[in-house]
């Protein structure tokens, strides 16, 4: 059956401490009162979404899918758009309705949190074709893996905090304080190791290095501005890459990660390369869009322009 003109709403009820489920049937009436003709699933459990997102492309002839949840969500929903191959990707649109806590890709694209903004978006139809990229790395069972990324990826410090405050949300724990606890008791606990940042074949980097980010777009961690300079289409991966530092240089220059000036602190560089490769002398975690999937070899290649969405 072929529903090109049909929205598929997805939707996680349990996004934003279950801000999504309360709220769910107040965006479903300003969705139909806008007009916008569209069909419901409900995740049941984490990457669901991945496979509602396929099946609804390949299966029922969606072409126009809305994740609606939060950055969790929007990476679910983008790579099953993304690792389906009878449809091409740009073919499919998606938008986006933010009901999370950090809500970091919508960021990049200036996408507003107010429910009826964002539905406006979605009827104004205007579309960005934003480049992803594929990675690979070490899963939790020990064999190699893949998942593709549409904002932003951290090996290190940066996943490590991420895992933590993952687990911290499995206990309704959430918000920007949070992020901050959990970067705090990360900074106390981690302890860098050598690491090599390889971009496009040379050694970049190596050294004891804390962090390394690789992204599409530019924050993560709820609001931090780690990639400042990065562009969703220009066929690059920006990498930011902070060398080890102790717990008090750390805590001077954290409000960096706020301001878009990361790169004005001494020990952090910043790259840019189609292919990335992070190997560590000892394992370390890696997070893709805020999920905490696996661990380190990781390697990154672009991938242009291959996932169309809904922008302002």
């Known amino acids: 059956m072929n529903k090109n003109n049909r929205w598929l709403a997805i939707v996680n ?7 999504c489920g309360r709220d769910w049937e107040h965006i479903a009436r300003m969705l139909y009162a806008k007009g916008i003709d569209f069909d ?35 990476h679910e929903v983008a790579n099953g758009i993304l690792s389906q191959s009878e449809v091409p990707s740009t073919e499919v649109r998606m938008g986006v309705i ?19 903004a964002a539905i406006d978006i979605l009827a104004e139809g205007k579309e960005f074709v934003q480049d992803v990229a594929r990675a690979t790395f070490v ?10 990324c549409v904002n932003v990826s951290g090996a ?6 991420n895992l933590k405050v993952c687990q911290m949300k499995d206990k309704g724990k959430n918000g920007k304080m949070s992020y901050m606890t959990g970067l705090a008791k990360s900074v106390l606990e981690y302890r ?12 970049e980097a190596k050294g004891l290095i804390m962090s390394v980010s690789v992204g599409i777009g530019q924050y993560n961690g709820s609001g931090m501005l780690q990639l400042p300079e ?27 990660l706020f ?16 292919t990335i490769e992070i190997t560590s002398d000892d394992v370390r975690e890696v997070e893709i869009d805020g999920e905490p999937l696996g661990t380190t070899p990781v390697r990154y290649t672009i991938e242009d322009k291959r996932l169309k969405v809904l922008v302002p």
């Open 40 to 74: 419901t699933v409900f995740t049941g459990y984490r990457y669901h979404a991945i496979e509602l997102a396929r099946r609804g492309i390949v299966e029922d002839g969606y072409r126009n899918v809305i994740a609606i949840g939060g950055d969790g969500t929007v």
């Open 98 to 116: 933010p009901v999370g806590t950090g809500n970091d890709w919508i960021r990049t694209f200036g996408i507003p949190r107010d429910y009826k």
């Open 156 to 161: 290190g410090l940066d996943a490590f905090v």
């Open 230 to 256: 990065s562009k969703a289409d220009d066929g690059l991966l920006d990498v930011t890459v902070i060398e080890t530092m102790s717990v008090p240089r750390i805590l001077t220059v954290v409000g960096r």
């Open 192 to 203: 860098s190791c050598r690491t090599a940042a390889r971009i496009d074949g040379e050694n």
């Open 139 to 148: 899963g939790r069972n020990g064999e190699p893996e893949s998942r593709y």
């Open 13 to 19: 009820l349990l996004s934003g401490s279950g801000r």
């Open 259 to 274: 301001d878009g000036k990361i790169y004005s602190v001494k020990r952090v560089h910043n790259y840019k390369g189609r």
